[in-house]
């Protein structure tokens, strides 16, 4: 038996004439309802507890006070309540009693009883009188159909109360619970209470119920039209504002003017420039009055962000210590010593004016020769920060001076970003790969790198997102290039260009030795004890498995000998290994590149040039034979027309002095010439080649052999003169790769010598002409 069902049994005149009251401030029991009550006062839990240990009967009487308080005097108190069993009772942790009551039957308090901590009163049981008639069936219906309608648009009441009201046939009943469950005032709910009559209880809560449907009905139509009426933008902005009500009322901030005062407070921080400055705050008094969902407010505060972090006035002090300088040079870079010397001076140019400008820089050379490396090397000697950007396919002028803000999406160029990202504003600035840079219908970066790499402009550069000057002129700009023909003329001219020979096979083994073994040794896991090269092998590795002006392909191959050696040592079949030149072989295979000097120049016909690469210098066979024939010349080799112009004037050159050079003037009128230059799959051109093509068929045509070793280049013209080319250079170093001894080149070439290691310079014979005629006298064998 349920306690629900024990109340049942209780009737009116087995509750007691004498009951405890427990005062109501915020809720009102009718007959029949369940209410759940939260008891905190020490003398009302006294009197929880002393009603469980008997009946669980005790009085609740509405207080005419609103608020918790422990006196609540017997004027307090409305003299009509009601009796409750309580059904179920527990106590928490803090003396506090949780009840779940149900009413009983309405009483009047007669009297109040004195002898208790606690109100107990005599009381007079109240019964309702009325009959059952059509007019109260009739407003039973009426309510039981408001009401209904009340439970449809009150999401917070069950649906289940529109059935039990249906349910129910005591018209007194059906008053209590429509009553209890709607939404009105404890005056209103005590009113009803103290009705006796029946119908004119059910008369007071049809009114109570036509007007709170009315409201329901009122609020739902407003709702309705509200929320047809309200796009995103304004349901946004009401939402907010309620947060903003909220916060005022705990006293925070709104995010908003938390932000404002934060970019204000960076704004002074900073101490921009005066431009810039008026920028952001003119920026920043248009991002106050903006609303925060508003898609301009995200481009403005973005903006200012870029502003406020650009490091306008915060510079990396430099060292000026000229010997510290030569040593961190020195220690990550073996020669260049044109390239150091550069530097230097540029240290010693700041230290005796600290307010000079920034040298433009153009590392030129070929792959692989420690371009990018110096740059960061620079940096360190200098103490600055080091930011690098690639080039290298870039086609939009807005990779440089950024988007203009009226762009979804837009950013300042790579120039500012990278600034930006060193938190310095005199980093050294490397633009790598300066020569492979494009231009399209998007716009030509060239173009917008004049201002960048232009002390006389670069003070005030502007980048269209930013859209306020910023200075670049203590920025150490250095670009990198493996040609200088491609970069145009404008802005090569605006940069001073330091050009990056090739390595000799001396400085190869010494940079190995240096640098490229022990950074394998590291990279693989080994230690020096593991793994040793012999000077041997680096020179056998350098001459027989490369052929570069750089020193890329030479740390591969000293890479693969590392793993090699890693792996058996991981494998436990050795502890260490010394790599000579007879087991190199062992672990990069069979040579690659075998030496033809020698046996390929010992036969009349062959003569031996020399080419300029983008890769640096190479040295170029040129083979000539003759046939029977028609006078007929053919050329092959995939030669350019400037080449082919080349032969077909040492030809000229040839026949117009056939007599002098002791070849009969009917040879060519029964004969077919033909020359080939190796290598055919590799187009060639250029017309350095034409001392080469013409020593060539002077061999064949006089059958005589050109020297052992020598090498030549130059262009010539149809009276026998021989100019000047270029790459001059390249083409030495790649002659002393090959092991030639003896140059013949232009006499307008000897200013270019200069530059040429002493060491090279050394084991070189160099002869330099003007004239074919002696040419021919130095290059063939007597």
Avoid at 175 to 203: F, G, H, P, W, Y
Avoid at 763 to 769: A, D, G, V, W
């Amino acid at each position: 038996m349920t306690e629900q069902q024990s109340f049942m049994e209780v009737e009116t005149e087995n509750i007691p004439d004498i009951l405890p009251i427990l005062p109501l401030f915020d809720a009102a029991l009718f007959p029949k309802m369940v209410l759940p009550l939260i008891v905190m006062q020490g003398d009302s839990v006294r009197l929880v507890d002393e009603a469980m240990s008997k009946d669980r009967i005790i009085g609740l009487v509405v207080s005419k006070k609103s608020s918790q308080e422990n006196d609540h005097s017997r004027t307090d108190l409305y003299s009509i309540g009601t009796s409750a069993m309580i059904l179920r009772m527990a106590k928490s942790e803090d003396n506090k009693a949780q009840l779940l009551v149900q009413g009983l039957s309405r009483f009047r308090i007669k009297e109040f009883i004195d002898g208790k901590p606690y109100l107990q009163s005599r009381v007079e049981h109240i019964k309702d009188f009325g009959e059952k008639d059509k007019e109260t069936e009739a407003m039973m219906s009426n309510i039981v159909g408001l009401f209904s309608r009340i439970v449809e648009l009150s999401p917070g009441l069950p649906r289940e109360l529109g059935a039990m009201a249906i349910s129910i046939h005591d018209p007194g009943i059906l008053a209590n619970m429509v009553a209890s469950t709607i939404n009105s005032t404890i005056e209103e709910k005590q009113r009803i209470l103290e009705t006796d009559n029946v119908a004119e209880r059910l008369k007071e809560v049809t009114r109570m119920v036509n007007y709170q449907l009315e409201i329901l009905e009122l609020g739902n139509k407003i709702q309705t039209q509200v929320k047809g009426d309200m796009d995103k933008q304004q349901k946004e902005y009401y939402l907010r504002q309620q947060l903003k009500a909220i916060r005022d009322e705990l006293g925070e901030k709104d995010e908003n003017t938390v932000e404002i005062e934060e970019y204000r407070a960076k704004i002074a921080e900073k101490n921009l420039p005066p431009e810039a400055k008026k920028e952001a705050e003119r920026e920043l008094n248009r991002l106050a009055r903006m609303h925060p969902s508003s898609s301009e407010y995200t481009v403005a505060s973005t903006y200012l962000d870029w502003l406020t972090s650009i490091p306008w006035n915060q510079s990396t002090a430099d060292t000026l210590n000229i010997k510290k300088a030569v040593k961190i040079l020195d220690e990550d870079h073996f020669g260049l010593e044109k390239a150091k010397k550069r530097i230097i001076e540029y240290l010693a140019v700041r230290k005796l004016n600290p307010d000079s400008k920034g040298p433009i820089l153009c590392f030129a050379g070929p792959p692989g020769t420690g371009k990018t490396s110096l740059g960061r090397s620079v940096a360190r000697a200098l103490g600055r920060k080091f930011v690098r950007i690639s080039l290298g396919g870039v086609r939009d002028e807005a990779e440089i001076r950024g988007h203009r803000r009226t762009y979804v999406g837009a950013l300042p160029g790579r120039i500012i970003q990278e600034i930006r990202r060193a938190e310095s504003n005199n980093p050294v600035f490397m633009l790598d790969e300066i020569d492979k840079v494009g231009s399209d219908f998007r716009g030509d970066p060239s173009s917008a790198l004049l201002e960048v790499l232009d002390p006389e402009q670069n003070f005030s550069f502007s980048d269209h997102y930013l859209d306020v000057p910023f200075d670049l002129s203590k920025v150490m700009f250095i670009t990198t290039a493996n040609l200088l023909d491609p970069i145009p003329p404008a802005l090569r001219d605006r940069m001073e260009v330091l050009e990056l020979l090739g390595y000799t096979e001396d400085e190869k083994v010494k940079i190995a030795n240096r640098y490229l073994i022990p950074r394998q040794r590291k990279e693989n896991g080994l230690k020096a004890e593991h793994i040793s090269l012999t000077a041997g092998a680096v020179r056998g590795i350098i001459s027989g498995y490369t052929r570069e002006a750089g020193l890329r392909n030479l740390e591969r191959e000293i890479a693969t000998i590392c793993r090699g050696v890693a792996t058996k040592i991981a494998e436990g079949d050795i502890e260490s290994a010394v790599i000579k030149s007879v087991n190199v072989a062992k672990y990069l295979g069979q040579i690659r590149f075998v030496p033809e000097i020698v046996e390929r120049a010992a036969t009349p016909g062959i003569a031996i040039g020399l080419a300029w690469t983008q890769t640096g210098g190479e040295i170029l066979f040129i083979e000539a034979t003759a046939m029977k024939g028609k006078k007929g010349l053919t050329l092959t080799g995939q030669l350019g027309d400037v080449m082919k112009e080349s032969a077909t004037a040492a030809l000229s050159f040839i026949r117009s002095n056939a007599a002098s050079l002791g070849i009969s003037e009917e040879f060519f009128e029964t004969h077919d010439i033909h020359i080939h230059v190796p290598a055919g799959a590799i187009p060639k051109d250029g017309p350095s080649a034409g001392v080469t093509m013409l020593t060539a068929l002077s061999s064949l045509l006089m059958n005589k052999t050109v020297k052992e070793k020598l090498a030549m280049t130059g262009e010539i013209t149809l009276r026998g003169q021989v100019l000047p080319v270029g790459g001059i250079k390249e083409k030495v170093l790649a002659a002393h790769r090959a092991g030639i001894k003896t140059l013949i080149l232009p006499k307008r070439n000897k200013k270019d010598i200069e530059d040429i290691p002493k060491k090279v310079q050394k084991e070189i014979r160099f002869h330099f002409t003007d004239s074919m005629p002696e040419v021919l006298k130095i290059a063939l064998e007597k």
